[in-house]
């Protein structure tokens, strides 16, 4: 046992700073975020030579709380709205002392300005700029959008991907909607294999209409299902949950 | 998209209790955990007739904070002590709603009385008390004990397992040995193929002693590697992380 006593004095030489992870949107995903988080965290410690133990990773809070549905919210203005009970979130997380924050759900990165000028003292992680950044450093050109209708009504990655050169190719009305079944009938509600079947549906129109395309999977519900189908087998599947998580340890250690 | 308009007032009339997790014991093990309440609560929702989705779930938090290493603090005295980093965290719980708290840790709850007396306002639950009673719901009579030095040193399990007529069978010094080999440099240094060959080790001598007994993974670490090694698919593992996590979505919708 004497990886236990003294380890302590190996870990990096300042400690990381604390950051948090604003989810439950829906919660699986949440989950699974912060399981990405802390296989990121362990990435890092190795690529720099500490040694892996409990004391090594950064503090950091999950915050599971339960916000309005986001598709819906930017559907129809009267419907119930994300962004009290996510500003209150990071307020808490603000004040619990995290520097960064990562939100596990990309359609409510459409209030990722709202939040960001309410609570000016955490730097809130922008999941397009991170995948797209990402997308370019392996010498992708083309990727296709696997998301909400909330995510494409606001045209979250758009932007990000084109000011990077990637061109970003768009799903079929009906292939949206299998999606969307996918998401809401099935992960949300815990039938993974409605969620695999729609999900596979959906990429195989992408894939017979655009050819080998990565696929980017910017729903945090579509990577819980899609990457088990033995369809997906032969896939460039992207996961901008992954790249995302790794952002945030490296500013946890950064 | 019929399931998500108007799905909001299907749920559970009285909105359920903020509930949290105290982990980072280790930050993988603290994940599982948040993973295995998602998971229970899912299976309340659906045995309580209401529909699984985002809104439906208790608000939770999750404190993966790093504290010093359990069983080293309980061996010598002089080492690093977890008590004021676990109360630290358990008053914030507190501050942020919480009713009810679990720890993911097994070795962590020696200062479950120093906590909870320092806390009073959170309900911080017992894991042994709630494996136990679940043991015996399940009408075993013996069940041996994988656990953390730390754990054996306390008698976490024996009062709890005796008061529900259980009979405790503990591991040989060479097991123990082999289980915190396991733990600390296969779980928690990341080394899964280390730490299952060595938990395998430690069941079969147990097994080849006392016969076909029920064996308690009563260290967080040791179901995030045990279920997955061949071995072990004829043994009856009990996860007393799993019933934890159940117990606290109970508090959570009670």
Redesign the interface.
């Known amino acids: 046992?004497s990886?236990?006593?003294g380890?302590?004095h190996q870990n990096p030489s300042t400690?990381p700073s604390t950051v948090g992870i604003l989810g439950?949107?829906?919660?699986?995903a949440g989950?699974?975020f912060?399981?990405l988080f802390?296989r990121a965290?362990?990435r890092w410690l190795?690529s720099h030579g500490h040694?892996?133990?409990?004391?090594?990773?950064?503090?950091?809070?999950?915050?599971?709380?339960?916000?309005?549905?986001r598709?819906?919210a930017l559907r129809d203005p009267a419907?119930?709205q994300p962004l009290e009970d996510l500003a209150t979130a990071l307020r808490?997380l603000d004040m619990?002392g995290a520097r960064a924050v990562a939100m596990s759900c990309n359609t409510a990165h459409a209030w990722h300005g709202a939040l960001q000028t309410r609570v000016p003292g955490v730097e809130l992680l922008l999941i397009a700029q991170e995948t797209a950044a990402e997308l370019r450093r392996r010498g992708i050109g083309r990727a296709a959008l696997l998301a909400t209708?909330g995510t494409y009504r606001m045209g979250l990655y758009d932007e990000a991907l084109a000011a990077h050169g990637i061109e970003c190719l768009l799903p079929s009305e009906q292939a949206r909607?299998w999606l969307?079944?996918g998401i809401?009938?099935g992960v949300?509600?815990?039938n993974m294999p409605l969620a695999r079947s729609r999900f596979v549906d959906a990429c195989q129109q992408v894939l017979g209409l655009h050819g080998d395309v990565a696929l980017v999977m910017a729903c945090t519900e579509i990577p819980l299902a899609l990457p088990d189908a033995p369809q997906a087998g032969g896939w460039t599947l992207i996961d901008p949950s992954d790249i995302l998580a790794t952002a945030l340890a490296q500013r946890a250690y950064g």
């Open positions: 046992m990886g236990v006593a380890a302590a400690p439950g949107m829906g919660p699986a989950v699974d912060a399981r802390v965290s362990e190795r040694p892996v133990q409990d004391q090594a990773f950064p503090e950091h809070w999950i915050a599971q709380v339960p916000v309005a549905d598709t819906q419907a119930p808490r619990l209708q909607e969307m079944e809401y009938e949300k509600a815990g």
